[in-house]
């Protein structure tokens, strides 16, 4: 997504004030390599990123234009992808689940994963490929879902989690309660495993 200083500003308000440690990457920023070189130790990580799936399988867009000269093998080993956020938009990579158990083995032992983009959770080879490297938990949605919409639910997520000291599973029940499914595709959130 574009940088929205709307979700990002209040996220960044909401852990400063508690004191939380965190790293934002966004936009361009947010590309192959540094995914491939992600920090492990992480509590909670966010990709607040575009999402989709295509042949059954979910990817996370980058904000790294595509080119198919680059990331070669990745490519041919199905671990990167192009994709589009919409139609008539530039092509960007996409990684999938085959690029996180390569590159992202073991960065993820004891954090919630949270995906805030569009259909994160309506396979679940990228649920099972974060929880297979060390994940407690997975959260994203069952479907498509409004940039306005994941916003709010994510805000209200993050505050039940931070603020109330609701576990994720809690914090994700209570998000939906709060603003329901998004309006537009009835899409819900959903916690892998369940």
Known sequence: ????PGFHGEALKLFSREEYTFNAVLGEEVTVEYLRRLPAGYDLVILRVHSTVNGDM?????GEEYSQDRYVLEQLADEVHPARPSVGSRRLFAVGADFVNHFMRDRFRGSTVLVMGCDGARATDLAQAFTDNGAELYISWDGPVSLSHTDHAFNCLLTAMVEYGMSPEEAAAHAMSAVGPDPEYNSTLSCFPR
């Open 58 to 62: 979910v990817w996370l867009f980058t």
């Open 1 to 4: 997504y574009a940088n929205d």
